[in-house]
């Protein structure tokens, strides 16, 4: 019997720690902004589809968990030599929906929760700003780094992605990556900040997959 726990136990430990390593892997350290890529005459220039481009997002806390989506309002995309080069994403943040709930009156609360100043103080940062800064393989990845703003606070991170070029369409779809949303000033209900909170935290790390398709200018 007690082998029998034992190997249960070294079961869950090794799976707890596969899951440990995949967010691990894709979570991006905040760092310092640096200078937006350069691109040359050559390169070729796309503009972002915003109507089939989503920033899809999931947050998480104890007792459950929300994802959603947030629109781009404008973009561009830029490929040397048929490779992604620089790119500027704006993300209106006015956007952002919530796809779990399915009681309007409880969804809109919490969409309403999101734009307020505890999280994303939307009425004063209506848009956040993503702009490419490199572009390098790593382990047999894409990596894209970038500058990301939200709410005036401009850091860098980098995640993995994949991009895909036909005919006159470009798609880049990234990873799941997580961002810890205190670089940015978001603090409400996180455990680093509040010592009173118990079982009422909300996570610091917020997931994002990003989704994008532009056409040739």
Same mark, same amino acid.
């Given at each position: 019997?007690?082998?029998?726990?034992?190997?249960?136990?070294?079961?869950?430990?090794?799976?707890?720690?596969?899951?440990?390593?995949?967010?691990?892997?894709?979570?991006?350290?905040?760092?310092?902004?640096?200078?937006?890529?350069?691109?040359?005459?050559?390169?070729?220039?796309?503009?972002?589809?915003?109507?089939?481009?989503?920033?899809?997002?999931?947050?998480?806390?104890?007792?459950?968990?929300?994802?959603?989506?947030?629109?781009?309002?404008?973009?561009?995309?830029?490929?040397?030599?048929?490779?992604?080069?620089?790119?500027?994403?704006?993300?209106?943040?006015?956007?952002?929906?919530?796809?779990?709930?399915?009681?309007?009156? $409880?969804?809109?609360?919490?969409?309403?929760?999101? *734009? %307020? !100043?505890? =999280? #994303? &103080?939307?009425?004063?940062? +209506? /848009?956040?700003?993503?702009?490419?800064?490199?572009?390098?393989?790593?382990?047999?990845?894409?990596?894209?780094?970038?500058?990301?703003?939200?709410?005036?606070?401009?850091?860098?991170?980098?995640?993995?992605?994949?991009?895909?070029?036909?005919?006159?369409?470009?798609?880049?779809?990234?990873?799941?990556?997580?961002? $810890?949303?205190?670089?940015?000033?978001?603090?409400? *209900? %996180? !455990?680093? =900040? #509040? &010592?009173?909170?118990?079982? +009422? /935290?909300?996570?610091?790390?917020?997931?994002f997959q990003v989704n994008i398709k532009a056409r040739k200018s």
């Amino acid at each position: 019997m007690k082998l029998n726990v034992f190997k249960i136990a070294i079961v869950a430990f090794m799976a707890l720690a596969v899951v440990a390593c995949k967010k691990d892997q894709n979570k991006t350290e905040a760092g310092a902004a640096k200078n937006a890529a350069e691109i040359s005459n050559e390169a070729v220039q796309y503009t972002v589809d915003t109507d089939n481009s989503t920033l899809a997002w999931e947050g998480f806390k104890p007792t459950g968990k929300h994802n959603g989506t947030i629109q781009l309002s404008e973009g561009t995309i830029g490929l040397e030599d048929g490779k992604l080069a620089a790119g500027n994403f704006v993300i209106d943040m006015n956007s952002i929906k919530n796809l779990d709930i399915e009681n309007e009156g $409880d969804n809109a609360k919490l969409v309403g929760h999101l *734009k %307020s !100043g505890d =999280f #994303f &103080d939307v009425e004063n940062h +209506k /848009f956040s700003v993503f702009t490419i800064t490199g572009v390098e393989e790593r382990d047999g990845k894409t990596i894209v780094k970038g500058n990301l703003t939200i709410k005036n606070i401009k850091k860098n991170i980098e995640f993995p992605a994949t991009i895909t070029v036909n005919g006159d369409e470009v798609n880049l779809n990234s990873e799941v990556f997580t961002i $810890d949303r205190t670089e940015w000033d978001i603090k409400y *209900k %996180s !455990g680093k =900040f #509040f &010592d009173d909170l118990k079982d +009422k /935290f909300i996570n610091d790390e917020i997931e994002f997959q990003v989704n994008i398709k532009a056409r040739k200018s």
